[in-house]
C-alpha cells in the first residue's frame, strides 16, 4: 500500500517569490519610463504638452500599470511569506507599493498642487 503524504513536499514557494520579484521589476521600470516620458515632454513643450494629449493618458496608463502590478507583487510576496517563511527574495516586492504609494501622494501634494 502506497502512502501519500498531507504535506506539499517540494514546494518551498520559490517560483512564486521569484514571479513576485519580476512583477516589482516590472512595476519599477514602468513607472520609471512612464516619469521619463513626462520629463521630457515637459522639459521640451511645458505644462501644455502633458495635459491632454497622448503623453499624458500614457503617463496615466503607466502610473495605473505600475501601481497595480506592484500591488499585486505585494499580495503575491505577503502569502509567500507568510506560506513559507520571510527570505531575502522578498523584500523587493513587499516594499515596491508602499513607496511608490508614498512618492505618487507626495509628489501630488507638493509638487502637482
Known amino acids: ?10 514546494d518551498d514557494g ?3 517569490g521569484e514571479w513576485s520579484r519580476w512583477m516589482a521589476v516590472t512595476a519599477l521600470a514602468v513607472l520609471v519610463l512612464g516619469a521619463l516620458l513626462f ?3 515637459w522639459w521640451i513643450g511645458g505644462g501644455d504638452a502633458v495635459s491632454d494629449n497622448w503623453v499624458g ?6 502610473l495605473f500599470a505600475g ?6 507583487a505585494m499580495i503575491t ?14 523584500w523587493l516586492p513587499l516594499v515596491t507599493f508602499p ?15
Open 14 to 16: 520559490s517560483a512564486a
Open 77 to 90: 510576496s505577503a502569502v509567500v511569506a507568510v506560506r513559507h517563511g520571510m527570505s531575502s527574495r522578498l
Open 99 to 113: 513607496a511608490v504609494l508614498a512618492v505618487v501622494v507626495a509628489l501630488e501634494a507638493f509638487v502637482f498642487e
Open 1 to 10: 500500500m502506497v502512502h501519500v503524504r498531507a504535506d506539499r513536499t517540494g
Open 67 to 72: 501601481l497595480l502590478t506592484a500591488l499585486s
Open 57 to 62: 493618458m500614457t503617463v496615466v496608463g503607466a
Open 39 to 41: 520629463a521630457v515632454a
